[in-house]
């Protein structure tokens, strides 16, 4: 699967997919120091979504999301 | 591979690493064969954290009450640490403001 072009477009791409299955979803994200390369994936086994970035103002947007998915997995309500 | 106490963390900051977040329902054995009696239901929604380094991994499962303290030492530890990305400037707004 490719990459996703926007930051706005991978979150809520995201957000539709572990909403769609909550217990399958998972998020990964791998950083290559020597690539200066930050990448993203949310997937549940059947679609799979991918964003990567170079720049370090995305990783505040990343965090916020990280944030609010793992409240939402903790949360009571699915 | 090794399951952490929440508190330990921040042996995370140690590593450029490769991260994993995952709902976790409690469970840690095989769903049961047909005929068998199946394993109860967890109560509480928990979330699964797994973190990589070259060979070494480690894990840590989140609870609700948890949540807040983990969410505070992750963000520390993204902003802290990862370092090699690049400042993007922001454009001058102020060029032809004379």
């Known amino acids: 699967m490719t990459y996703l072009k926007s930051w706005e477009e991978f979150e809520k791409a995201a957000e ?8 399958k979803a998972r998020y990964t994200m ?9 990448s993203l994936k ?9 964003f990567k970035t170079e720049i370090a103002q995305d990783v505040r ?18 | 591979m090794v399951l952490l106490e929440n508190d330990s963390v921040s042996v995370l900051d140690e590593f450029k690493l490769k991260s994993f977040v995952l709902p976790h329902d409690g469970r840690d ?11 109860p239901e967890s109560q509480e929604h928990m979330c699964l954290v797994r973190a990589k380094f070259r ?3 480690i894990a ?15 963000s520390s530890l993204l902003k802290g ?14 060029t032809k403001a004379e």
């Open chain 1, 16 to 23: 539709k997919l572990y909403m769609q299955a909550p217990s």
């Open chain 1, 30 to 38: 791998k950083y290559v120091h020597s690539k200066n390369l930050l």
């Open chain 1, 42 to 50: 949310m997937t549940d086994d059947v679609v799979c979504l991918q």
């Open chain 1, 61 to 78: 947007k990343i965090d916020k999301f990280v944030n609010n998915l793992l409240r939402h997995i903790v949360s009571k309500e699915h």
């Open chain 2, 29 to 39: 054995r095989p769903t049961p064969r047909v005929g068998k009696p199946p394993l």
């Open chain 2, 55 to 57: 060979s070494q991994k």
């Open chain 2, 60 to 74: 840590t499962v989140i609870h609700q009450r948890d949540v807040n303290k983990f969410q505070v030492a992750y």
């Open chain 2, 81 to 94: 640490n990862l370092d090699g990305l690049k400042k993007l400037k922001k454009p001058k707004t102020k």
